[in-house]
């Protein structure tokens, strides 16, 4: 801004010189402050350059705020599936955990019955497929009557369906029910981390008796941790999964990390939003759920008229450019912009004026100065 001021200033400075030097140029200015004349010096000294619009593609950027947020597929509610009292655990919201690795141990009394009505079950399955075996030999012998050997087909088939049910609940605490003997039945049952993750939020202590339904861990697994974007509806239609999206986080404003919208939500909200999902393409260290965010998203490039940002100089809440004329003269003419990216402004009403006026590209501020300067 300083060099435009000193442009500015030499410019004015010439303009006395040669009105002094030289015939006037207050017969070629206009009366109203929307024209100045400029010398081929001064036009020289302020380093102008000429030229018209021009078309190029530029993406607009979409300035959003949001929160980092996890998927429910990566967000797990760790529970016991058959109720009993915590015995021990170690965890503490924070703490790294390992998939497999022992999160906490639980123990019942209806836990050793399950164990013991399996293993009686097993026991007495053995009994009836033997029992079958002999009345079907009778039967088919005709020894014995067709409705002892059903009786025994159809106790055999109960038992196996009973074996089968109470094999899956072991398989629900993670009892392996074909190596369950009466030499390792107990009491205890260990819970394992189902991912690889951190822990969230720890629901239970030590000695506390939980429902099936109860949560006693929240895991969150950090692989798919995202960006949650809120977009007002004005911006919606220029969305698109796989656009780039800078982000920063409030308590590090200049540190940006890269990401990519993933999903776009097609429902909008009470507050005539719609939430965007991102990807970071690295992680940021330390990402926790919840956390503020800001982003700005990169729209897909249309073709436009642009001129580059030194054409367009803002004055009293307007924007403006200097079209050319003859003799030196340069005529100022407001403007609509609308993207800006890449040292280029778009021109929305480029059709306001002809299509091959001559623009003032470089150093417009000066003649801003250089105009304003004359009207005073």
Known sequence: MLRYLII?????TASCKNAEKDQPVTDEVE?????VVLTAEQIKTAELRFGGLEKTKLADLITVNGVVDV????????SFPLGGYLKRTELLPGKNVRKGEVIGIMEDQSLVQLQQDYLVGKEKLHYLEQDFNRQEELNESNVNATKVFQQAAAEL???????RAMGEKLRLININPDKLTSENLSRSVPLYS???GFVSKVFVNPGKYVQPSDVLFELIDPDDIHAAL????KDISKLAVGQEVVINFIDEPQKFYQGKVILVNRSLDENRSEVVHCHFTEHPKDLHPGMFLQAKIKTSPREVLALPEEAVVGFQGHEYIFIVGEAGKFEIVEVETGIREKGFIEIKNAGSFPPTAKIVLTNA?????????SGE
Not at 230 to 233: A, N, R, S
């Open 8 to 12: 500015a200033t030499i410019l004015l």
């Open 194 to 196: 189902p991912i690889n």
């Open 230 to 233: 809120t977009v007002f509806q």
């Open 71 to 78: 998927p429910p597929q990566n967000l797990v509610s760790v």
């Open 365 to 373: 501020y000066a003649v801003l100065g250089a105009m304003k300067n």
């Open 31 to 35: 009366a109203s402050i929307s024209t």
């Open 157 to 163: 088939g109960s038992q196996k369906v009973m074996m």
